[in-house]
């Protein structure tokens, strides 16, 4: 089945330290997506991708870096800059009629 | 900028009765329109969608939405609401003028009661 998948589903990161959010799709989708997800609130957009080797800041990026040097792969890393990363996060691809498929999260929590 | 507008913060509906999420949507040309479903600890899941055709859409788990040109509107609707329904739903507008992204609304929670 295609789809995205995010790993790990849930992540731990101590004080001052970067972790890496996995997102990999099998859809043959050209553009995807991060968005960060607070209790109670809706979806803050982080980072994009409309190509491989091209992404774009979104509304939050600050604090957070990505790459994409594959087309399947939109990896996520959270900085020590990002001084309150605790949050669920949300990656999604783009198909060709514009809806998004999403993958099922990953939970950060600061330890 | 296109934006979608969810008024309601949250929605009770008793088991059985229909349930209505509402949308106002602002847009330059034509709208493509989206409606998702969050439950707890998962991603989103795609409902339905409106881009051109009939005003009323099907979509999964017998959801269906109207849209509504003169009110811009997109309202959500089901018959017989289920307990099961109660999740968090979200509507979304493509932004032609922003990479062709989705703007999100802010979500509205739905909470059927037995």
């Not at chain 1, 997800?37 to 957070?64: C, H, M, W």
């Not at chain 1, 900085?79 to 198909?95: D, E, G, I, V, W």
């Not at chain 2, 949507?25 to 795609?46: A, E, I, K």
């Not at chain 2, 969608?49 to 788990?61: E, F, P, R």
């Amino acid at each position: 089945d295609g789809g995205i998948t995010q790993s790990p589903k849930y992540l731990f990161r101590k004080e001052g330290q970067n972790v890496t959010l996995s997102c990999e799709q099998n859809l043959n989708h050209d553009a995807m997506y991060w968005y960060r997800q607070d209790p109670g609130q809706g979806l803050r957009l982080i980072y994009y991708s409309q190509i491989v080797n091209d992404f774009q800041k979104g509304d939050i990026a600050e604090g957070y870096s990505v790459s994409r040097e594959k087309k399947e792969s939109f990896p996520l890393t959270v900085t020590s800059a990002q001084k309150n990363p605790t949050a669920f996060y949300l990656c999604a691809s783009r198909a060709n009629n514009y809806g998004y498929t999403f993958g099922s999260g990953t939970r950060l929590t600061v330890v | 900028a296109q934006s979608v507008a969810q008024p309601e913060d949250q929605v009770n509906v008793a088991e059985g009765n229909p349930l209505t999420v509402k949308c106002t949507y602002s847009v330059s040309g034509n709208p493509y329109l989206f409606w998702y479903v969050q439950y707890p600890n998962r991603g989103l899941q795609f409902l339905l969608k409106y881009i051109t055709g009939d005003n009323l859409v099907k979509g999964s788990y017998g959801f269906e939405a109207e849209f509504n040109k003169s009110q811009t509107s997109f309202h959500l609707k089901k018959p017989s609401a289920l307990v099961s329904d109660s999740a968090l739903y979200f509507c979304a507008v493509r932004d032609p003028y922003g990479n062709n992204r989705l703007a999100f609304g802010k979500g509205n929670q739905v909470v059927v009661i037995p």
